[in-house]
C-alpha cells in the first residue's frame, strides 16, 4: 500500500503521456503509472509532455509543455482566442475526426454506465455538417468594462475573466454583427454596466436570436435592476442601427445566479416573438422558449426522430419536455394525436400556437410528464410512442419510473448529454431494447455529441 502511495502523480511533476482518447468534455485522456490523467488540448494518438496542474484522489489534471508527437488531425484554430474563451473545445480537431471522436464519447459513455454488451449495440456513425461554423442562431454574451470600454463575451474556463469574443466563428455573421453594434451602442449612451465583482451596475447579458431563415431577430438586453436605464435612447439606437432586429425585449434578473434569464420580460419595441422556419414549419420564438441553436442540424436530428417513431397514422404520442412543440408538431402529422408537457409556461403558449398554426390533433399543458401521464393513464388515454428531449440533466427519476408502468411500444430518447442518456437507457434496459442509438453533431467544434435513441419495448 506505502509503495501504491509513492507512485501517485505529485502536483506539477512533469512525466511522458500516450493521449489514448477524447474524454467528455474534449480532453485528452491518458494513463500514467495507471492513473487516469485528463489533458485539454492533447489529441488521441499523440505522445506529449505533460505538467500535473490538479491532483485528485482517483485521477490527475495536466497541461501540455511539449508535443512529441503530434496527431496527424490536428489542426490550427481559426479563432484567436479559441484557448482562452473555452466555449469551443475541438477546433484543433480535423472536422472529420471530430465526428469520429464523438462517436466514441457516446461508446464511453455507454461502456462506463451500462452493463450492455457494446460491441452488439448498433451504433451508428455520426451525422455532420457540410460546412461546419456559423452555425449558432443563439448567443448569450455577459457584459463587462474593460479599461473604459464595453465588452462582451464568455468567462473563460474556470475563472470570472470575461473575455471578449469580437468575431464569434461557430456564431451566425449576423449574430456577430448585432452583437458589436449593440457594444457600441451602450457605450456611445454610456449605460451603466453590471460589475459583477461589487454586484453593482445594471445591463448584465445581451442575448440575441435570429430566425436563420426569415431574418427576423430578437435583442435581449439582461438587466440585474428593474429598469433599464437610457431605455428610450437604446431602443431609438437599436432601430436605427440595426432595421434587421425586430424584437427588443428587457429581461430583469437580480439574482446572483449563473442563469441568465429573471422571471419577468417586458417588450421594449417590436414583437414579443420572432419567427423560424424549418423545412414546412414556421415555429414562434418567445425569449426564454427553448430552441435548437443550429437550425441545419435540428432539420436532421428530427428527421431521425420522425424515422425512429415509425409513425402510421394511428398512434397517440407524447412529447415531454416540449418546450415549444417543435418536435411533436414534426413527427404529429403521421400521428392521431400529439399531447405534450413542459414547466415553462411561455414554451406551452408558444406549442399551442404553433399546434394550431398546423391544424394539429395536439393537447399541451403546463407541467411535468411524471404529472400528466398517471392523469391521462386513468382517464383511459395510454400513449404508444413516448418522445422525450430532456436537460442535460437527462430524465427525472420519477418520469422513468411513470414510463415503466405505461410501457409505450417505442421510447425516443433524444440526449444531449452521452453520460445522462448511458444512465437512463441502463435503467429501461430490463424493459426496452435498443434498437440503435444514431449520434448527431449539432455543436462542431465543441465535444458536445446529441444522439438519438430507439428502444423498442420487449416482447
Known sequence: MKQQNQMKIKLKQTFPLTIKRIGINGEGVGYFKRQVVFVPGALPGEEVVVEATKVHPKFAEGRIKKIRQASPHRTTPPCPVYEQCGGCQLQHLSYDQQLKEKRDILIQSLERHTKLEIESLHIRETIGMDNPWNY???SQFQVGNK????????????????????????????????????????QDVN???YDEKKKQGAVKTIVTRAGISTGQIQVVLVT???????????????????????????????????????????TLAGKETIEEQLEDYTYELSAR????????????????????AALTGTEKIVDAYCGSGTIGLWVGKEAAEIRGMDVIAESINDARKNA???????????GTAEEWLPKWLKQGWKPDVIIV??????????FLDTLKKIKPKRFIYVSCNPSTLA?????????????????????????????????????
Open 224 to 266: 440585474a435592476t428593474n429598469e433599464l436605464p437610457k431605455k428610450a435612447l437604446i431602443v431609438d439606437e437599436i432601430q436605427k442601427r440595426l432595421p434587421e432586429v425586430t424584437s427588443i425585449m428587457h429581461n430583469i434578473n437580480p439574482k446572483k445566479t449563473s442563469l441568465i434569464f429573471g422571471d419577468k420580460t417586458v
Open 423 to 459: 444512465k437512463d437507457i441502463n435503467q429501461l434496459s430490463g424493459l426496452y431494447n435498443v434498437e440503435y442509438i444514431q449520434p448527431v453533431d449539432m455543436f462542431p467544434m465543441t465535444a458536445h455529441v446529441e444522439a438519438v435513441a430507439k428502444l423498442v419495448l420487449k416482447v
Open 136 to 138: 449558432r442562431n443563439k
Open 191 to 193: 449605460v451603466s454596466i
Open 356 to 366: 394550431k398554426t398546423y391544424n394539429m390533433n395536439a393537447i399541451y399543458e403546463v
Open 289 to 308: 422558449a427553448f430552441f435548437q441553436l443550429n437550425p441545419v442540424q435540428t432539420t436532421k436530428l428530427y428527421n431521425e426522430v420522425k424515422q425512429a
Open 389 to 398: 428531449d430532456p436537460p442535460r440533466t437527462g430524465c427525472d427519476q420519477k
Open 147 to 186: 479599461d473604459g470600454k464595453v465588452v462582451a463575451g464568455l468567462y473563460s474556463l474556470n475563472s470570472h475573466k470575461l473575455i471578449d469574443i469580437p468575431d464569434c466563428h461557430v456564431q451566425q455573421p449576423a449574430i456577430n454583427h448585432v452583437l458589436i453594434t449593440i457594444k457600441n451602442i451602450l
